[in-house]
């Protein structure tokens, strides 16, 4: 979901400047490739480590519980 900004931008600046074709398909290309870099730094860095917290958490309180 963190590529919901950039939608808006993106359509923002086709709005308002009015891009031709080939300057569409080259930003969108560039965007793609951006946005998946982006998206995999950020389950890298934020997503697994949070998930390994929780997982490891939750593992723990249930030892705890049922011991």
């Known amino acids: 979901m963190i590529y919901y900004p950039f939608i808006w931008i993106f359509m923002s600046y086709v ?14 290309v560039v965007g793609t490739v951006l946005l998946i870099g982006l998206s995999y730094l950020v389950l890298v860095f934020m997503d697994m480590p949070v ?3 929780l997982k490891n958490k939750l593992a723990g309180s249930s030892s705890t519980v049922s011991g």
């Open 15 to 28: 709005e308002t400047r009015k891009p031709t074709l080939l300057l569409m398909s080259i930003i969108t």
């Open 51 to 53: 998930r390994m917290f």
